[in-house]
């Protein structure tokens, strides 16, 4: 018998359906309040709205649980690759080993850009952001594939859901490239996934250069970390204006946008430009503790706190013992792991940081394992939206298969003038 929760305004009673997920989380569908009632319901922020139903991410904020398709983050980061993990996200299962090796095939064939696209770079100045870049140029494709960016077309929908994870790396480098006048390096066949990216970031054409496996793993690693989230702000932008119909790469591009803020994505460059100021200020961490917790200063401690989790984050887990697993095989000592930790460990001993819930999340350890890597901070970003393309795309997938998608768009409870009459500019006073 299906569940209704009981609505009691002004002298009448409403049903409202109960809908139950497939982990016993619930629901109060309101799908049909206004229509019965007259009413919207007001929530800012979305903190209590779902949005959609979906079968890619599961999380349990309380217990600290994150799985992409019933799978659980921690195995994932431990036997699989991010490239399995994009077919996972975008399918659903876990690839064949014939399936993989064509997705693999697939993707590594489809890697290089449009030479009148690489041209682009050369309007941006040289201290252009790459996020700014990033999400320029993955708005441009729509520009060059015009004939196969149908929304509605499986047919087109596969070539760009290629085109989209193949690219966006050679963007990515070619973005750092341009930024340090170094020429663009092409794509090669022969690497892997990540193994390309690293050499298009850092190996130039009068050199051999050697790809730290470490650092192959340590990335693809913090990939697989950051590849879907369910519906945070970057992912439900993109569901948003794709409700528009409009196509998978802008709608991709605008998800790139929403993660750039420092409240989301850019959160990993704020860490490491935030434990860089404690370091040059002397190292006085409880300065810094007392000032997050002053409301009045406006400051707070960049990679803590969520939205979801308020028990702990678990990728900052699994991401903290690779920080120190990868310094140590990389043989780098870095003060800056060592402020992070001792802020760790004074925040969470700190009644204010307890009582609201505020733990580590994602991007508290990431920046410094990029910074071992010797990505430039102003790259972590990007790096970000490197891992989280194939959450973008399932969740656009997802949205377009889904037959309840309607297009996003929210009310409001209108707070200004009423009517008034207007006034010609002489007479106003
Ligand atoms: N430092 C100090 N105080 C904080 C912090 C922080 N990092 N985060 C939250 N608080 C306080 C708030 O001031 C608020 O206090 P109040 O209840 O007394 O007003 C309370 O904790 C709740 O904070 P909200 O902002 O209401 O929580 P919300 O769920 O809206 O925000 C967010 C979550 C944006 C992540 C927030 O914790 C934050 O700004 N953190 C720092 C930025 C960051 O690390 N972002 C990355 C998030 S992970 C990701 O996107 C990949």
């Not at 206004?34 to 009413?39: E, I």
């Not at 992409?68 to 699989?80: D, V």
């Not at 990389?330 to 460990?345: M, W």
Request: net charge negative; hydrophobic share 40%; proline share 4%.
């Amino acid at each position: 018998m299906s569940e209704t929760a009981k609505l009691i305004y002004e002298g009448k009673e409403y049903e409202i359906p109960v809908i139950t997920g497939s982990e016993g989380e619930k629901a109060l569908d309101i799908s049909k309040l206004r229509g019965a009632t007259g009413y919207i319901t007001l929530d800012s922020g979305f903190v209590n709205t779902g949005s959609c139903k979906s079968s890619i991410t599961f999380l349990d904020g309380e217990k600290g649980i994150l799985r992409y398709r019933g799978y659980p983050i921690e195995q994932l980061a431990e036997h699989s690759t991010f490239l399995e993990v994009a077919y996972l996200l975008i399918y659903g299962q876990l690839p064949t080993e014939a399936e993989y090796k064509e997705f693999k095939h697939i993707v590594t064939h489809h890697t290089m850009i449009h030479e009148d696209l690489k041209r682009l770079y050369d309007g941006f100045r040289k201290d252009s952001h790459p996020m700014a870049i990033l999400s320029s140029m993955i708005c441009t494709l729509s520009g060059y594939y015009g004939e196969s960016m149908d929304p509605l077309n499986e047919r087109h929908q596969e070539i760009s859901i290629y085109r989209l994870i193949a690219k966006t790396p050679t963007i990515a480098a070619y973005s750092f490239k341009k930024s340090i006048g170094q020429p663009f390096i092409y794509p090669k066949n022969s690497l892997s996934y990540v193994a390309n990216f690293i050499n298009m970031m850092f190996s130039v054409p009068t050199e051999d250069y050697y790809i730290d496996p470490v650092v192959e793993r340590a990335l693809d690693l913090l990939l697989i970390l950051h590849a879907d989230h369910e519906q945070n702000c970057s992912a439900s932008t993109v569901r948003l204006v794709g409700s528009s119909h409009a196509n998978i790469y802008v709608s991709v591009a605008s998800g790139v946008n929403a993660l750039w803020g420092p409240l989301h994505g850019g959160a990993n460059q704020a860490v490491i430009e935030m434990l860089k100021e404690i370091h040059e200020a002397g190292g006085d961490i409880k300065k810094f503790v007392d000032k997050a917790k002053d409301k009045t200063s406006g400051f707070r401690l960049m990679g803590f706190g969520h939205r979801v989790y308020k028990n702990f984050d678990p990728r900052a887990v699994i991401i903290k013992k690779a920080a120190d697993d990868v310094l140590t095989k990389l043989d780098i000592h870095d003060p800056l792991l060592d402020i992070a930790k001792e802020l760790e460990e004074v925040a969470l001993s700190d009644e204010y940081f307890l009582e609201k819930k505020l733990y580590p999340n994602v991007d508290f350890y990431s920046g410094i394992i990029y910074k071992a890597l010797r990505i430039p901070v102003e790259m972590f970003t990007v790096m970000f939206a490197l891992g989280r393309m194939p959450g973008w795309i399932a969740q656009w997938r997802e949205m377009i298969y889904d037959k309840e998608t309607k297009i996003g768009r929210p009310r409001q409870i209108f707070t200004g003038e009423n009517k008034r009459e207007y006034v010609k500019i002489a007479q106003r006073t």
